[in-house]
């Protein structure tokens, strides 16, 4: 069974400070990763996603940043955090059916930007 | 471009009262369906899906029927209960592997 993690659960941050926030999938080799992001109560925003290492494409960058540095690992980063960056992270992974995606989400990462 | 559309932002509703929450979606590919619900503080969960033309698919007392003529996924649910309060999403699936979300529809059932 494939299981997702997020890490930290929870962050405090000062505006101005780095972040990195991570996401780790066991049990499926080369999902479809993607990350997103939620102001509470609010829309799923898709940030990035990544079909394979090395590779990351940006539908929305909202002055963030991503990386695939392993098959089941995809980072969400940034050297200056806004207080807009405030929000829920999720991260997701992809189970492909041929011509369409069924998406899981990992547990999330609640982001408090003071 | 694929899309999602949800009309209501928000939906408010007294126990046991019946519910419909609209979702209608743009695709130029055979389209796959979802239904996620999300509580609070809670990452969103699938709850219904569907790529069979009207046939009704239900999950834990909700409903939906996949109406390709008029490109439809309306979830609904003959009585809702206090548990049900939640954010609920409709997203589609097309043939190149991408799933899109629509905006979210806020259901929130009072005693």
């Known amino acids: 069974a494939q299981t997702i993690h997020q890490w930290p659960v929870a962050e405090i941050k000062a505006v101005g400070s780095p972040l990195s926030l991570g996401c780790t999938i066991k049990?499926?080799?080369?999902?479809?990763l993607y990350w997103y992001w939620q102001a509470t109560g609010g829309t799923l925003q898709q940030l990035f996603y990544s079909i394979t290492v090395g590779q990351v494409e940006s539908v929305v960058q909202l002055n963030l940043s991503a990386s695939r540095p392993k098959d089941d690992q995809f980072i969400l980063s940034t050297e200056k955090l806004l207080l807009s960056h405030s929000g829920f992270y999720l991260c997701?992974?992809?189970?492909?059916?041929?011509?369409?995606?069924?998406?899981?989400f990992g547990p999330g990462t609640r982001l408090t930007v003071l | 471009g694929d899309s999602v559309t949800q009309t209501e932002g928000l939906v408010t509703l007294t126990k046991g009262l019946p519910v419909m929450l609209n979702c209608t979606y743009q695709?130029?590919?055979?389209?796959?369906l979802f239904w996620y619900v999300q509580h609070l503080n809670e990452a969103p969960k699938l709850l219904l899906k569907s790529s069979t033309d009207n046939k009704r698919t239900e999950h834990q007392g909700f409903y939906a029927t996949l109406h390709k003529s008029s490109s439809s996924f309306h979830l609904q649910k003959s009585s809702v209960q206090l548990s049900d309060s939640a954010l609920y999403f409709c997203?589609?699936?097309?043939?190149?592997?991408?799933?899109?979300f629509g905006d979210g529809t806020q259901l929130v059932v009072k005693p």
């Open positions: 997203a589609l699936s097309g043939g190149n592997n991408r799933i899109f």
């Open positions: 695709t130029t590919y055979s389209p796959f």
């Open positions: 049990g499926k080799s080369s999902p479809n």
């Open positions: 997701a992974w992809t189970r492909d059916w041929g011509n369409y995606a069924e998406q899981f």
